[in-house]
């Protein structure tokens, strides 16, 4: 698929009608000396986002293992041989136990994440009711339990449902090396509704898939030409899992994902951008600089759904060294 014949799919709702950001603009942002790049991200970021501070996010997964999709990255799905066993969704107070330890380590968010390819109407019923719980803690809520029907983003909300996670992965010229089982239309027409019923969006998707640099341009173009773009962003660093397709994918160069950061910044200013999967294989140098490029949330805890996940006292003596503290804006851009 061409790049201007996969930008006009993507126009369709809830893209604006004119890109704010060309493809080729952001190549050429990627482009710009890093520390020039930097300085223009960390400038941005100060404009809009309280200097030196990183919101907190806490994810569970609530039903683990047995999705029909064959996302290559995913250990989750069925159609692969991983070490992920199916499990069945979580009780509440199984959830509640976990937002509580989430709360007391310090999270201000906590999210909740199911492998379905879109949920039951029961199973929208006892989601609901984990949101109203976790809500009442005082804690942010946000859940990604993949595609929604009509009706259900909006049952969500009335559950007091804060964000939907629902990333977009890649470009749409490098997705269907990614994934075949759903289209980039299904994804965009999820948001639709999301964002229909009055749910913040939290939106991203993942680098070091085996996409070039073009094509990580057409995920941030994407995503930055949104209407509105995303609330939160995560940008998700490949966890290479044994088993999956993509196993054997040559490592980012780490230099290359700082710069994706610096971009998704300066093209969402006033979004969040989570420094997101992958960071349990990141150096401090290398988490400092994604904080210098305008990164403001991570998941903190031990585990993010299946893959590790820095512990929370790492992630204290690392705030520390850094001078970083916790987000007095609490999750909202």
Known sequence: MSETVALEISRKKPVAAAARWPVQDIIELYETPLLDLLYKAQTVHRQHHEANAVQLSSLLSIKTGGCPEDCSYCPQSSRYDTEVEKERLLELEEVLAAAREAQAGGAQRFCMGAAWRSPKAHHIDAVAEMVRAVKAMGLETCVTLGMLKEGQAEQLKDAGLDYYNHNLDTSPEFYGQIITTRTYQDRLDTLERVRHAG??????????????????????????????YPDSVPVNNLVKVEGTPLQDTPDIDPLEFVRTIAVARITMPKAVVRLSAGRDAMSDTMQAMCFMAGANSIFYGDKLLTTGNPQYMADRALFERLGLHPSSEAGHA
């Open 199 to 228: 749910i913040n969006v939290c939106c991203g998707g993942i680098v070091g898939l085996g996409e070039s640099r073009r094509e990580r341009a057409g995920l941030i173009a994407q995503l930055a030409n949104l209407n509105p």
